[in-house]
């Protein structure tokens, strides 16, 4: 069973569509800890602001209990934000899985923020990328990401006319927690690998 958690946070109907494509008849909703508990993968969905994320997690009783989870757990885009220490998006502490934290994009000339569309991800170190070809294009939407740590497993350069632009985690691992933050359910062939890889792990 793949179960995704349910907080009211997340584009959990494109998430849902990916994971049948990828071979997963009937992913299950929920906020149940027992059910998450019990289910063999589970996906952290998160779109929007990684405070209001915590907070609607926080109410749910989850904040606490994702990071005792076992099996294999993704989070995607704001749901990978929320694996870090802390976000300066709300200024909000998180659940403190990934050894890292949360920065807003800083202004650069020729740096569009937010950082939307295709881009690479370089440096791929983990089964999740199993099969991918370095600089494999991803999609992104996001104004804010995780600094590069000792739990990054890719990463992706956000270039600007003028300077470097900004390096940051495309993904991070840590134990059995993975977080993408890039959308692999908007992917195309690349994010259908990584989310059949993850099934896989």
């Known amino acids: 069973m793949v179960a995704i958690v349910d907080y009211g946070v997340g584009n959990i109907r494109s998430v849902v569509n990916a994971l049948k494509r990828a071979g997963v008849c009937s992913p299950v909703l929920t906020s149940d800890r027992e059910v998450l508990r ?28 994702i990071p005792t989870l076992t099996q294999p757990v993704l989070g995607i885009c704001v749901g990978a934000q929320i ?3 802390r976000s300066e998006e709300g200024d909000c502490g998180c659940l403190g899985i990934f050894d890292t934290d949360v920065r807003r994009f800083a202004p650069q ?17 983990s089964p999740l990328f199993k ?7 991803v999609y992104y939407v996001h104004s804010f990401f995780p600094e590069v740590c000792s739990d990054t497993i890719c990463t992706t350069t956000h270039s600007a006319t003028e300077g470097e632009g900004q390096t940051f985690s495309g993904a991070l691992c840590h134990g059995n927690f993975y977080g993408c933050q890039f959308h692999p359910e908007k992917s195309g062939a690349t994010g ?8 896989e792990i």
């Open 38 to 65: 019990q289910a063999g993968h589970v996906v952290l969905p998160g779109v929007g602001d990684a405070s209001v994320a915590m907070e609607a997690l926080r109410a749910e009783g989850l904040a606490e209990f």
């Open 109 to 125: 000339p020729g740096l569009k923020i937010p950082h939307m569309g295709w881009n690479t991800i370089s440096n791929l170190s």
């Open 131 to 137: 099969g991918l070809p370095e600089g494999s294009y």
């Open 192 to 199: 259908a690998a990584i989310l059949k890889n993850f099934l």
């Open 83 to 85: 694996m870090c220490r």
